[in-house]
Every structure is written in C-alpha cells, then in structure tokens.
T-cell receptor, first 113, second 115 residues
Framework: AQSVTQLDSHVSVSEGTPVLLRCNYSSSYSPSLFWYVQHPNKGLQLLLK??????LVKGINGFEAEFKKSETSFHLTKPSAHMSDAAEYFC???????????FGAGTRLAVHP | DTAVSQTPKYLVTQMGNDKSIKCEQN?????MYWYKQDSKKFLKIMFS???????INETVPNRFSPKSPDKAHLNLHINSLELGDSAVYFC??????????????FGPGTRLTVT
C-alpha cells in the first residue's frame, strides 16, 4: 500500500529565508508525486508534480521539489519565502491505475516579517 | 471561468436531515472525485467516477450516495446526517491521459456543519 509521511506538522520561517517542507513516501510501484497548497478557507491548488520524467521538478510561485528514489523523498523547497506563501501544504502520492490520491497529513507553513 | 465549482459553499443542517452537494467541472475531464477533509485537515478520497461509472468506492457509510448524471457533474447526497459528517467536502476532476493521468483539479470545497 502507498503512504505519505510529512515530517513536520508546522514550519515557521522569516520572509526572505529558504523554505524546506519534508516528505517521504512509500510505494510498491513507480509513483507519481504531487505537492498541493491550501490557503486558509480555500480549495487545493497544484504546486507541482513528478511523473517519472525529470527528478527535479519546478512548480508555480518559485517552488521546486526533488524526487530521490534512494531516499524515498520528495521534499519541497523555495529559495526565498514570501508572506503570501503562508498556507497548508500537502504531499500526495498516487495509487497506480486508479487515479487515487493518498494525502499526507499536511504541513502548516508560517511566514514572519 | 471557474474550472471546478461546488454548491453550496456552506451548509448548516440538523442531525437526521438529508442534503446534497453539487459539483460541476468545465474542463472536459472524464473522471471526478469526492474527498472529505476532517477537522485536522486530513484529506481522504471517498468516491471516483470515470465517464459516469463508479471506479473508486472507499469505506464510506452507505448513507453517502454519489450520482453522476453526466461526466461534467458529480453530486453527493447524504442521508440521515450525523454529527461526524461535519467536514469540508472537496470535489475534484482529472483527465485519464498518459503523462497527466493523476493530476487532479479541486473545487473550492463545501463546509458542512451538522448540529
């Protein structure tokens, strides 16, 4: 069975400093991996996705993530945090063949001035 | 131009009532989903329809019944509402096209409160 572990439930950074949100996955198949963002009282927006092409994936708003099979990780990074990045971030793995997404528990990112 | 829309956005009702949430997508996708997000923000899939056919049915009480009149719509009907049904319900859609098979687009959510 596939699963996702987000290693930090809360991350707090200062504006202008780097962001690192950690994610480890478990999958029997070659996985598809995603990061979604949810701003307060909003729906989910796709940040980026990995589907067995380049291991370094660039997304929207300056975010990127690197797929590391040896470490079963898919950490999300951004060089410089902005106040508008404050939100809940979900790491997601897809279950092969059925379009079923398995969500991590989420990481709440706080950005301070 | 909303891609995935849900109505209503907020729904407050009493225990025992029956209610429906509607979802529509204008992306031309052939697969639609319902997810439940609990009070701790945990998201879990409930159902998925592909071209009006049920393909995913998680362990959900049979008080929940999805209905897909066409591939652009997936409605969720809930009978005999219970306090534990209070959550945010998200609709999503995707297109089963190689290379983009699992990319799902989400609606804004419906916050259901059962009192």
């Amino acid at each position: 069975a596939q699963s996702v572990t987000q290693l930090d439930s809360h991350v707090s950074v200062s504006e202008g400093t780097p962001v690192l949100l950690r994610c480890n996955y478990s999958s029997s198949y070659s996985p598809s991996l995603f990061w979604y963002v949810q701003h307060p009282n909003k729906g989910l927006q796709l940040l980026l996705k990995y589907t067995s092409a380049a291991t370094l994936v660039k997304g929207i708003n300056g975010f990127e993530a690197e797929f590391k099979k040896s470490e079963t990780s898919f950490h999300l990074t951004k060089p410089s945090a902005h106040m508008s990045d404050a939100a809940e971030y979900f790491c997601v793995v897809s279950e092969s063949g059925y379009n079923k997404l398995i969500f991590g528990a989420g990481t709440r990112l706080a950005v301070h001035p | 131009d909303t891609a995935v829309s849900q109505t209503p956005k907020y729904l407050v009702t009493q225990m025992g009532n029956d209610k429906s949430i509607k979802c529509e997508q204008n992306l031309g996708h052939d697969t639609m989903y319902w997810y439940k997000q609990d009070s701790k923000k945990f998201l879990k899939i409930m159902f998925s329809y592909n071209n009006k056919e049920l393909i995913i049915n998680e362990t959900v009480p049979n008080r929940f019944s999805p209905k897909s009149p066409d591939k652009a719509h997936l409605n969720l009907h809930i009978n005999s509402l219970e306090l534990g049904d209070s959550a945010v319900y998200f609709c999503a859609s995707s297109q089963a096209r190689e290379g983009r098979r699992f990319e799902q687009y989400f609606g804004p959510g419906t916050r259901l409160t059962v009192t």
